[in-house]
């Protein structure tokens, strides 16, 4: 399967969900695994992780 580059190709064929529930957003220096677990999403940043959690 060839990777598709076309920004505008990339966005013509997505589709957005919405996921039932809240979220909370964190800022954390260290991840430690019991939240690597219960995390929806991991961003690395330059000054730490952004987590996504359920509410």
């Known amino acids: 399967m060839t990777p598709e580059t076309n920004l505008s190709q990339l966005e013509q064929k997505m589709k957005s969900f ?3 529930g809240q979220y909370v957003y964190c800022n954390v220096v ?3 695994s019991q939240i690597i677990s219960k995390a ?7 000054e730490g992780y952004i987590i996504i959690v359920r509410k």
Do not use: N, T
């Not at 929806?40 to 330059?46: G, N, S, T, Y």
């Open 40 to 46: 929806i999403m991991i961003f690395k940043e330059e």
């Open 30 to 32: 260290e991840i430690q």
């Open 18 to 20: 919405l996921h039932d």
